[in-house]
Structures are given as C-alpha cells and as structure tokens.
C-alpha cells in the first residue's frame, strides 16, 4: 500500500503562485511515475503534469507555460509549482504516483487538494 499526502491548496489571486506538494510513504519497491491530476465538478480528471523516475516531464497544453513539476526521490515527493494562475485552474488537484511492489504497477491516488483562483 501507498499513501500520498498533499498540501500546499488554497486561495490565490489570479497572477499568483502556489506550490503543491505530495508525499508517498508505505511499503513499495519503487516508485515509477508520479504527478498530479485536477479535476472540476461535472468534468472528468485531466493530467496536470507527470514525471518520470528518470526526470523526464510533461505536461497539459493548458499548463506548460505556467507550471513546473519536480521531485525529491531520496523522499518519494512530488512538487508542483503553479505561477500566473488563472481563475480556470481552479479545481481540486490530485496527486498519483505508480508503484512498484512484489514486481506489480499499481496507481495510488491522493485526498485532493482545493485549489481557488479569484478574479
């Protein structure tokens, strides 16, 4: 099992910044792929932004421009840094990891967390 805590949500002012963070802890041999996902009410999950065990990123279209994914992996964290927000990022953001263990990929979710963009 693996357990991802988040923090860092919150209300912001349109141009602002928020950097959200997402801790994996739990029994697991490896952690492959981690990276948030957002979701609005009455519209499906969209990836955010993903990174890879060996670094690489991507990102939403919407986003790119804006956002900045990055990981500690001596701490199984994930860092999204988000400036020049938008009113449309408001939503809550949910981070993922893929993990590893007894050979197996399984995807673990986190609680989400709100993210409020004000005009």
């Known amino acids: 099992q693996v357990q991802l805590v988040e923090s860092g949500g919150g209300l912001v002012q349109a141009g602002g910044s928020l950097r959200l963070s997402c801790a994996a802890s739990?029994?697991?041999?490896?952690?492959?792929?981690m990276g948030w996902y957002r979701q609005v009410p009455g519209k499906q999950r969209e990836l955010v932004a993903g990174?890879?065990?060996?670094?690489?990123?991507n990102y939403a279209d919407s986003v790119k421009d804006r956002v900045t994914i990055s990981r500690d992996y001596a701490n199984n964290t994930v860092y999204l840094q988000m400036d020049s927000l938008k009113p449309e990022d408001t939503a809550v953001y949910f981070c993922?990891?893929?993990?590893?263990?007894?050979?197996?990929?399984?995807?673990?979710w986190g609680q989400g967390t709100q993210v409020t963009v004000s005009s």
């Open positions: 739990g029994s697991f041999s490896s952690i492959n792929t």
């Open positions: 990174i890879t065990e060996g670094g690489s990123t």
């Open positions: 993922y990891s893929q993990a590893v263990i007894l050979s197996r990929t399984y995807r673990y």
